[in-house]
């Protein structure tokens, strides 16, 4: 041993170890499986023609818009007697940010859980970049990038030695130096892991998921211990990423984020797939009737405001609101009277439905649903 540096050394050969155990592991579950002696029940193949491990390079001759890079057909996953997926089928086009949504207890954890190949199913049929995930082997996970809630990483590294233990496990990962510059940790690559913040460590955790250059992404709450401004960073990184090809599963319970990112949403509950649309349009926001609401200045207190009819709150506060289909007009006809009077409408504001008010009524409505059995 060299002197000062036993204890980093020996935690160097003790990770480079743990990675050539991990990948001698899936290289031997994936001949058990290949040969038959590992038996796991995956229910019907409807897309059969695919074989169980795809061949590299019969992907790489397919046309990237050609095969989506994910599809989920009939899923299905049983813990004992609970049915926790049931049934759920979606596809994810490549060089697309998909967002699965649901409260907890939908199914969601265990959906991906299975297509990142860390979950066997119960029936029907997954394909991530045409491969099985539940038989996956090493050229599988080269390809996928995973970004869980948590997870675990050893605080006596460096940032940047704890980037280039995990570059070491791909075949053509990226560079190192210029992973930890875009996730924003190149003022702190000298810094040991024990030492970061929260915030700070969740960039780690997508960096160590960038390292593998993967063409699917799983992001996990991945900006959870963010603040404002390092959130916002982080959407235009993920944004970056789909701009030069690379699909995204995300999960995330903000919805800002969700709007800022996804170019499409599945929503689940009680294990189905209930809702899935653009985030503009998911539950119908985009021909959901708009709020118009306003305070009727007080010379003016006691006069009907035109393209009526309007609810107006109890109280002295001459609060004006309205849900129409056709804002335009409406809005003509109130500045136009606004205007022929000499006044300002205080508090104007013209709404429609958040991404959140459509969710909530959309899980709440499936929840209605399953109490009633439907």
């Known amino acids: 041993m060299w002197p000062g540096t036993g204890g980093r050394v020996g935690v160097l050969v003790a990770w480079a170890w743990a990675g050539l155990c991990f990948v001698a592991r899936e290289r031997f579950r994936a001949e058990l499986l290949a040969g038959g002696l590992w038996s796991c029940s995956t229910g019907p193949r409807s897309l059969a023609a695919w074989p169980a491990v795809a061949d590299d390079a019969v992907m790489r001759e397919r046309p990237a818009g050609q095969v989506p890079a994910i599809v989920v057909e009939g899923l299905r996953k049983d813990y004992g007697e609970v049915c926790a997926v049931d049934g759920v089928s979606f596809q994810v086009r490549r060089g697309e940010i998909y967002a699965l949504l649901g409260p907890n207890g939908a199914g969601k954890t265990s959906t991906v859980e299975i297509l990142e190949g860390h979950r066997q199913r119960t029936g029907g049929s997954v394909r991530v970049l045409g491969f099985d995930p539940g038989a996956g082997d090493r050229h599988f996970r080269e390809r996928v990038g995973i970004v869980l809630q948590s997870g675990g990483m050893d605080a006596e590294l ?100 969700v709007q800022q990112l996804a170019d499409r949403i599945g929503v689940m509950s009680h294990g189905h797939l209930v809702e899935e649309s653009t985030p503009d349009a998911l539950g119908g926001r985009d021909v959901s009737g708009t709020v118009i609401s306003f305070r009727l200045p007080a010379r003016l207190r006691g006069s009907e405001p035109p393209a009526g009819p309007w609810d107006q709150a109890a109280g002295p506060a001459g609060e004006f609101t309205m849900h129409t289909d056709e804002p335009t007009r409406v809005l003509l006809a109130l500045t136009r009277w606004a205007c022929a009077h000499h006044v300002e409408l205080p508090g104007l504001t013209v709404t429609r439905p958040s991404l959140e008010d459509v969710y909530l009524r959309i899980t709440g409505q499936a929840e209605i649903e399953a109490g009633d059995g439907h």
């Not at 940032?159 to 233990?165: D, K, P």
């Not at 070491?168 to 000298?190: H, M, N, S, W």
């Not at 460590?201 to 063409?215: H, M, Q, S």
């Open 158 to 257: 460096t940032v940047r030695e704890m980037v280039s233990l995990f570059a070491g496990f791909y075949a053509r990962p990226r560079d190192v130096a210029a992973t930890i510059e875009q996730v924003g940790l190149a003022a702190k690559r000298r810094a040991r892991v024990r030492t970061l913040s929260g915030g700070q460590a969740r960039r780690l955790d997508l960096a160590l998921a960038l390292i593998g250059n993967p063409e699917v992404l799983f992001l996990d709450e991945p900006t959870t211990g963010f603040d404002p401004n390092a959130r916002r960073e982080a959407w235009d990184m993920i944004a970056g990423l789909r701009a030069c090809g690379t699909t995204v599963l995300l999960t995330s319970h903000y919805l800002d984020e």
